[in-house]
């Protein structure tokens, strides 16, 4: 790649959002560029799909098998936000670095960007504070824009507030530091579509609002400048949780102790089998292999309400999760369910201290969930989209995969394939 290049990686952008009534500074874009439906990555969790758009391999390659996982050698569960360093295939940035050795790049407000061998980063930090690479950006960036916007007091996060702050903070440095790839990333549309679903009048709000911010964004960008606007992931509407946990607890494998505070808590290495759920993932660990076949079975079987598919042991690899991160059976939901960690029944049961972690059972109030991603989507109009401001970088004759994004930035045409 010669030209600078910024990509815009948008979860929750569909193909059918880029018209004159929508996304219009999109769909301008790819009037005088180039247009292709999209495949969103499979699993389409924030911290996978990331991955894979930036180094066009899937998650037995790149390792980011959900937004969580089970460290089977220190017994922890890792969990957003990821380090860069725990994605294990080279990403863009590096591709672009031993091309063009000397060429800057910046990456603003994406998952797994912590320790990122980029110049210019941007990213939340504990406690929803900004932190930014070099440090001493934050304190500049806070000066000229006003505080990044925090949590308000209802536990709603001020949604547009957050994507306008972001999208004006990445225009100002990429006009002075022209970085040669430029990576930002616009979560708004899917977190409106979690909340509230992804084909309500909020979400056309979102759309309209996002608009807002947006256009004069692109007219901002260095001339020169290629613009990928990419789908990271897709929410579809959900009616309801499953409960992984509860059926192992059921079936006499999930082990529970004391949690501080009262109430009880997963014992992870003492259990037969836990359930780390991840939106429409779910990981099952065992600490004893004899029960993936019938545990497999089961969900199968007797405990299938809500699940699309369950892969067990070898059969991860028709998934692309055969990596030991993944959990020994992955379940994967139907597109109107999604997975909740709880495992009680009795509210006594509850863990009193809410855990930051995926098995803490921090209060998830499965009504204010309307949206979920994660699985594959289950059709065309649930399709993902791809838009270049310049002709001649994508090609048309199928859907084109999250992985051909990669290959895009690198230059060369994408095979076309379908798939995640």
């Not at 998952?111 to 980029?118: E, F, I, K, L, T």
């Not at 806070?142 to 990044?148: A, I």
């Not at 049961?349 to 949206?371: N, Q």
């Not at 270049?388 to 199928?398: C, D, L, Q, V």
């Amino acid at each position: 790649m010669a030209e600078p290049i910024v990509i815009l990686s948008i979860p929750q952008l569909r193909a059918c959002d880029v018209t004159p009534g929508a996304l219009a500074s999109l769909e301008e874009l790819s009037r005088q560029g180039e247009l292709a439906e999209l495949v969103p990555a499979f699993p389409g969790t924030a911290a996978s799909s990331f991955a894979t758009l930036m180094t066009g391999e899937p998650p037995s390659v790149h390792g980011i098998v959900g937004d969580t996982y089970y460290d089977r050698q220190t017994g922890r569960i890792a969990a957003r936000p990821l380090p860069d360093s725990a994605v294990t295939a080279p990403k863009l940035w590096e591709r672009l670095r031993e091309q063009r050795p000397g060429a800057r790049t910046l990456l603003w407000f994406a998952p797994n960007s912590r320790g990122a061998a980029v110049d210019l980063a941007a990213w939340t930090g504990p406690d929803a504070c900004l932190e930014t690479q070099p440090a001493g950006l934050a304190d500049d960036l806070t000066r000229r824009f006003g505080p990044l916007p925090c949590p308000s007091g209802t536990g709603e996060p001020p949604r547009r507030e957050v994507a306008a702050w972001t999208l004006r903070t990445a225009a100002a440095v990429i006009a002075v530091e022209r970085p040669d790839l430029a990576v930002v990333r616009l979560a708004y549309l899917g977190q409106v579509a979690r909340r509230f679903g992804p084909d309500g009048r909020e979400a056309g709000r979102a759309l309209r609002a996002l608009e807002a911010e947006l256009r004069p964004f692109l007219a901002g960008l260095p001339a020169g400048t290629l613009l990928l606007a990419v789908t990271e992931s897709v929410t579809t509407p959900v009616c309801g949780p499953v409960f992984p946990n509860r059926t192992l607890r059921e079936l006499g494998l999930l082990r529970l102790a004391t949690a501080p505070g009262g109430g009880t808590a997963i014992d992870p290495a003492g259990s037969a089998a836990f359930a780390l759920p991840d939106h429409q993932i779910c990981h099952i660990y065992l600490n004893d292999p004899r029960h993936a076949a019938p545990l497999a079975s089961a969900f199968a079987g007797d405990h299938a309400d809500g699940i699309a598919q369950v892969a067990a042991l070898g059969a991860r690899a028709a998934l692309g999760m055969d990596h030991p991160r993944s959990g020994d059976i992955v379940l994967v939901a139907r597109p109107d369910r999604w997975f909740a960690a709880d495992w009680w029944t009795d509210p006594a049961d509850r863990p009193a201290t809410a855990d930051p972690s995926p098995l803490g059972g921090g209060p998830i109030d499965p009504a204010r969930v309307l949206g979920s991603l994660g699985a594959p989507v289950p059709g065309p109009e649930y399709f993902g989209v791809l838009v270049a401001s310049a002709p001649g970088r994508i090609a048309r004759p199928a859907p084109l995969a999250a992985r051909d994004l990669a290959a895009i930035v690198a230059g060369r045409r994408p095979v076309g394939r379908v798939g995640p």
